[in-house]
């Protein structure tokens, strides 16, 4: 069975300053890993993907996450926030049948001034 | 451009009544799923289809039903039998394969009158 844990349901932090926020993962199948980010009242988008290959992964809106299969972990990076990254972020691991995703809880960024 | 079309973004239920969702999509994508989205609950999976004429529960089936006459539509019926349905309902496609993300609309959000 697959499962998502993120280790923090909010991180505040100033304007400008480096984020990252944590995800770890079970799984027993081929591991293929996502990073979701929703702005409030939407849907979500996609910020980056790993399937295979290097291990940093580089995404949208300047963000980039790290692929450890030791830790089973694929923290999500950011050197520098802005404001309009405050948002919900949901990291996902696939490789299911049916293309079926497995969610985290989320966890809430907010930037402040 | 391609996407998925969720509609109506809000959506108001009484008691006793069944609601249908809807969910279009035009990105020739094979596979559909319903979400259900509740405060620090994360994203659970309601139902899904890998193919037309074919659907399978998910995690929390109970109190909905779904149908797949067409490839582009997959419409979500929240029954009277679903008794906490207030909720932010969300459809996603993607093309089916278990490396593949998702791609999502922006959602329904669902009340209770």
């Known amino acids: 069975a697959q499962s998502v844990t993120q280790l923090d349901s909010q991180v505040p932090v100033f304007e400008e300053a480096p984020v990252e926020l944590r995800c770890n993962y079970s799984?027993?199948?081929?591991?293929?890993l996502f990073w979701y980010v929703q702005y409030p009242n939407q849907g979500l988008q996609l910020l980056l993907k790993?399937?295979?290959?290097?291990?940093l992964v580089k995404g949208i809106n300047g963000f980039e996450a790290e692929f450890n299969k030791s830790q089973t972990s694929f923290h999500l990076r950011k050197p520098s926030v802005h404001i309009s990254d405050t948002a919900e972020y949901f990291c996902?691991?696939?490789?299911?049948?049916?293309?079926?995703?497995?969610f985290g809880q989320g966890t809430e960024l907010s930037v402040k001034p | 451009d391609g996407g998925i079309t969720q509609s109506p973004k809000y959506l108001f239920r009484k008691e006793g009544q069944n609601v249908t969702l809807s969910c279009e999509q035009n990105?020739?994508?094979?596979?559909m799923y319903w979400y259900r989205q509740d405060p620090g609950q994360g994203l659970r999976l309601i139902y899904y289809?890998?193919?037309?004429?074919?659907?399978q529960k998910g995690d929390i089936a109970e109190g909905y039903s779904v149908s797949r006459e067409k490839k582009e539509s997959f419409p979500l019926t929240v029954t009277s039998a679903q008794k906490n349905p207030t909720a932010f309902y969300l459809c996603?496609?993607?093309?089916?394969?278990?490396?593949?993300?998702?791609?999502f609309g922006d959602g329904t959000r669902l009340s209770i009158l």
């Open positions: 990105l020739n994508h094979d596979a």
């Open positions: 799984s027993s199948v081929s591991v293929y």
């Open positions: 790993y399937l295979s290959g290097s291990t």
């Open positions: 996902a691991v696939g490789g299911n049948q049916g293309g079926k995703l497995i």
């Open positions: 996603a496609s993607s093309s089916g394969g278990s490396s593949q993300p998702q791609h």
């Open positions: 289809s890998q193919i037309v004429n074919d659907f």
